[in-house]
């Protein structure tokens, strides 16, 4: 990381300073960062008007609950800018999937309601940690950080605020003649003309406070790490060591002399104001510190707090004007109790419509989970093939040739060992090899009843003796295919040593071959 090509000026910061410089940043590249937040979201909110364009309710509820989906582009482009990186919105639109997909999935369903989201998510686009080193980083920066959690209940409150007003401003442009209800009931009791508003103001309101809310995060986060690591000491000190570097120039450049005569004037006035300071400090070190006693110093100390700098207790009493209580006319609170049912109304459809989502994530787990599981008790094969009906077993006549060799047991000696020995001795190792590897597929075919296929090849040959033979067996048929290969197809003649060595572990592998 780059810091001398930070864009802001990092010194310790509250919590509430550093969202202020969230907050400056956004407003700095607000178009940028809004542009890229309207990019993310009108293609999915088009999709779900597609669909649900006659249950508004539920395409309002959607649009907010898939806010995690529109936020990582802004975080990216922030962290570029903020070192003097500003892309093209075109150039992050490209990268959009790279940057939205890591934890996407836990982003949408168990952290959607964690309300320091925006200071997390660098964690996760930036830092790209996931599981206990997340967990653990995050409890590293976020011990005693309450300030993100407060800047997500004060954007709510915004957005809601902003969306309200909205709809009273759009409503108040209607002429008087044209209304077709009042303001309490557009707001609180809305029909489709009203929800429909209700979705223009959300949308457009939740896009203004986007790029405030994600910039004020990444300054929390970017102040909690300059804190932790010293971002700005480190800073410091090499504008310290840049600064140095300049003065030695420009004191090559006019000249030691002048410096030094300047130096030794310092010097001078330097040594006399220590000899003055001498004529002032005490006789000797040990009357400087010499101990007092409590009797001497009892007195002393009820004398300096008998001094009135101290503290001092003093009661007064004065007169203040509470005026006269109004008996005759009554409040009138019907307007408060209108307010609450209009909010009872708002959460109660709230509540329902996070029932819906609520249900509808219940049957995809549920769905996944059933899935799992038979996915789970397919691959027990033990288990599972007692509930298969067993295939009728068709006899198969047994291949008489595979890869062009004669696999008829007459067709071999009676000691296929010690006739293949005495081929490797006198350097006919293709001979050996080609007889060794006879004698192995007839073994396999004639007496382990292993099924190979005309159409196979030597290596999946070799993959259906290491999948059903022992372990010895793949072993030593491994080492022989690859003997075979290289001298039938690579022309590659091998060395005496393994080739006698193929011949003597043969008795023990295929004892049982018959000639």
């Excluded at 072993?475 to 075979?484: I, Q």
Aim: proline residues 5%; neutral net charge.
């Amino acid at each position: 990381m780059e810091l001398d090509k930070l864009e802001i000026n990092l010194r310790r910061r509250t919590s509430w300073e550093a969202i202020d410089l969230g907050f400056a940043l956004a407003r700095r590249w607000f178009m940028p960062l809004w542009l890229l937040w309207l990019a993310s979201a009108a293609p999915l909110g088009v999709m779900l008007f597609l669909l649900l364009h006659e249950q508004l309710w539920l395409l309002i509820l959607l649009v907010w609950w898939f806010k995690p989906l529109y936020e990582p582009p802004l975080m990216f482009w922030m962290s570029r800018a903020v070192f003097g990186e500003q892309l093209p919105v075109k150039s992050v639109l490209r990268q959009w999937w790279t940057v939205v997909r890591p934890q996407l999935l836990l982003n949408l369903t168990f952290r959607r309601f964690n309300p320091s989201r925006s200071f997390t998510l660098p964690v996760a686009i930036l830092e790209q940690l996931r599981g206990k080193p997340r967990r653990d980083r995050l409890r590293v920066l976020g011990k005693n950080q309450h300030a993100a959690t407060w800047l997500t209940v004060i954007g709510i409150h915004l957005e809601t605020i902003l969306e309200t007003a909205f709809v009273a401003v759009v409503f108040m442009l209607i002429p008087e003649d044209l209304r077709w209800t009042s303001l309490n009931d557009l707001i609180f009791a809305p029909g489709r003309i009203g929800e429909w508003l209700q979705l223009a103001g959300g949308l457009l309101c939740m896009s203004l406070i986007a790029p405030f809310y994600v910039a004020a995060g990444f300054a929390l986060y970017l102040n909690r790490r300059s804190e932790l690591e010293g971002w700005d000491i480190e800073i410091n000190f090499r504008r310290t060591r840049e600064r140095l570097k300049m003065s030695r120039t420009q004191l090559a450049d006019k000249g030691v002399g002048k410096y030094a005569r300047k130096t030794a004037r310092k010097g001078s006035a330097s040594l006399i104001l220590i000899c003055l300071v001498s004529f002032l400090l005490p006789g000797s070190p040990a009357e400087a510190g010499a101990p007092v006693s409590s009797q001497e110093a009892k007195p002393v100390i009820e004398q300096v707090l008998e001094d009135d700098a101290f503290g001092r207790t003093e009661q007064t009493h004065y007169w203040q004007y509470i005026g006269q209580p109004d008996t005759d006319e009554k409040t009138d609170n019907s307007w408060f109790f209108d307010l609450l049912e209009g909010l009872f109304k708002i959460l109660g459809g709230f509540f329902e419509g996070t029932a819906e989502v609520g249900k509808i994530l219940i049957w995809i787990v549920g769905i996944l989970l059933v899935v799992y599981l038979v996915y789970r008790v397919a691959g027990n094969t033990q288990w599972f093939s007692r509930f298969q009906r067993r295939p009728v077993r068709v006899s198969r006549q047994q291949p008489v040739e595979l890869f062009g060799l004669d696999l008829r047991p007459e067709q071999l000696p009676d000691d296929l060992a010690a006739e293949a020995h005495r081929l490797a001795s006198d350097g006919a190792f293709r001979e050996a090899l080609s007889l060794l590897y006879r004698g192995a597929l007839v073994y396999l075919v004639m007496q382990a009843q292993l099924d190979i296929p005309d159409s196979a090849t030597e290596g999946e040959c070799l993959e259906m003796v290491k999948a059903s033979r022992t372990v010895a067996e793949a072993e030593y048929f491994d080492s022989l295919t690859g003997h075979w290969l290289k001298m039938a197809y690579g022309h590659i003649t091998p060395a005496a040593e393994p080739v006698l060595s193929l011949c003597e572990r043969w008795p023990e592998v295929y004892s049982n071959v018959d000639g």
